[in-house]
């Protein structure tokens, strides 16, 4: 069940790295219209074909996940953008990448709340797969950008505890000071 | 919370480098595995382990890696710790608090001897492998 935003940014992020995604970006802009999400990936792609099953529930990539018949998580997403009053659209290049952009409005009362952002991005910045990923957070006056490559540079390596544990003061510090 | 920059982030790794290296089991042939789940964490099993670390600081103790894992199933005599040394048999301890965890470091640690008044448990020998998990 998907309560959140940062629910589907985990979701649509988790589908790059599983499409071999080496490069990855993903940016979260909050305006007064709209709260957008694009995450770019350079993984396998889609084809014209693939895109236009991607939003049907009962669809998956075959192989993908064994035993399951189903694919929901852009579906849920479709559903939850056109109930708030957002969208959501996919471009795709077999072999060059998918861009996924969503979009929530802040005032519709069915907007989900933000979620908790800095476990989520923690989880993404330590994923086994993430490769070279890049999280930028933009407010209107403010942001901050994440760089796993850099980061992994301070801290090395992610899958230590106490690494991840400086790691989340890390991002909960810039998410404090956003304004 | 004031915005920490890359530089102070990489200061703090550095600050805390010791006590990263402590969880590290990289090297290292010893273990002390404290159960810190909320049975043993509601016992005291963060003060054991912060004396853990501080005696193995205090003795300037380097190959013994101190990591926690859940509850181990004894959650009568939590906090519970084990203590997996080579050539000595990995050993359960219940009710470690302070002055336990010292004695442990003392004796099994440095001393290799067990302490029997608060053994309780091996490992099951059907979970554990041939060498005792090492």
Excluded at chain 1, 131 to 146: H, N
Excluded at chain 2, 59 to 76: N, S
Excluded at chain 2, 84 to 99: S, T
């Amino acid at each position: 069940m998907h309560i959140a935003i940062t629910d589907y940014v985990l979701e649509v992020v988790q589908n790059a790295f599983e499409a071999n995604s080496t490069e990855t970006r993903v940016v979260l802009q909050e305006t007064a219209e709209a709260f957008a999400v694009t995450v770019t990936d350079n993984g396998k792609g889609m084809s014209e074909e693939v895109m236009k099953r991607v939003l049907d529930p009962f669809s998956t990539e075959e192989g993908k996940h064994p035993h399951r018949k189903v694919g929901l998580g852009l579906s849920f997403l479709n559903q939850a953008t056109e109930l708030a009053g957002g969208e959501l659209t996919l471009r795709s290049e077999v072999g060059v990448g998918t861009t996924v952009r969503f979009t929530f409005d802040p005032a519709s009362i069915d907007t989900p709340p933000l979620g908790d952002v800095v476990s989520t991005f923690m989880t993404l910045l330590a994923h086994p797969k993430a490769g070279s990923l890049v999280i930028e957070r933009k407010t209107e006056t403010d942001g901050y950008a994440l760089d796993r490559k850099e980061l992994i540079g301070v801290l090395g390596d992610l899958e230590m505890s106490g690494n991840l544990h400086l790691l989340k003061e890390y991002i909960a510090s810039q998410e404090a000071a956003l304004s | 919370m004031a915005k920490m920059t890359l530089e102070e982030l990489r200061k703090l790794r550095e600050e805390k480098q010791e006590a990263l290296e402590k969880r590290s089991i990289e090297g290292k042939d010893c273990r002390i595995i404290i159960g810190m789940g909320t049975c043993g964490i509601a016992a005291g099993a963060k003060e054991t382990l912060s004396t853990f670390l501080s005696v193995l600081d205090e003795e300037k103790i380097k190959h013994v890696a101190i990591t926690q894992t859940g509850c181990m199933g004894l959650c009568y005599v939590e906090p519970t710790v084990e203590v997996i040394l080579p050539d000595m048999p990995p050993v359960i301890y219940g009710k470690v608090d302070a002055d336990v965890a010292r004695k442990i470091v003392k004796e099994h640690i440095l001393g290799k001897r067990l302490v029997t008044d608060h053994m309780f448990d091996r490992p099951a020998a059907d979970i554990i492998k041939q060498d005792g998990g090492r």
